[in-house]
C-alpha cells in the first residue's frame, strides 16, 4: 500500500463521505454511498461502513490501493511561498 497523502480540513472533524470526495477518492457524494456500505472503505485499518463517521486528524481512509491522511489545514504546508 502507498503512503497516505495528506488532505487538509478547517474544522476540528469531517465526515467520511465528504472526506472521500476532498480528498478526490470518489467523484460524488452520490458514489461515495455505495462505496462506503459495501465495505471497500479502511478508517485507520479497519472496515467502516457508516457514511456520517467523524473522522479527526491523524485518520487514515483507504480505498483502493490509495490512502489520505487527515490534517490540520493551519499547520499543513503545500510547500508554496504564499
Do not use: C, H
Not at 465528504?18 to 459495501?38: H, M, R, T, Y
Amino acid at each position: 500500500m502507498a503512503e497516505p497523502f495528506d488532505v487538509p480540513i478547517r474544522d476540528e472533524s469531517i465526515r467520511l463521505g465528504q472526506f472521500l470526495k476532498l480528498a478526490n477518492l470518489v467523484e460524488s457524494g452520490a458514489e461515495a454511498k455505495p462505496v462506503i456500505a459495501d465495505g471497500a472503505v479502511l478508517v485507520n485499518g479497519e472496515v467502516e461502513t457508516r457514511r456520517g463517521r467523524q473522522l479527526v486528524k491523524g485518520d487514515v481512509v483507504t480505498l483502493g490501493p490509495q490512502s489520505a491522511r487527515v490534517v490540520d489545514e493551519a499547520s499543513y504546508d503545500d510547500g508554496l511561498p504564499w
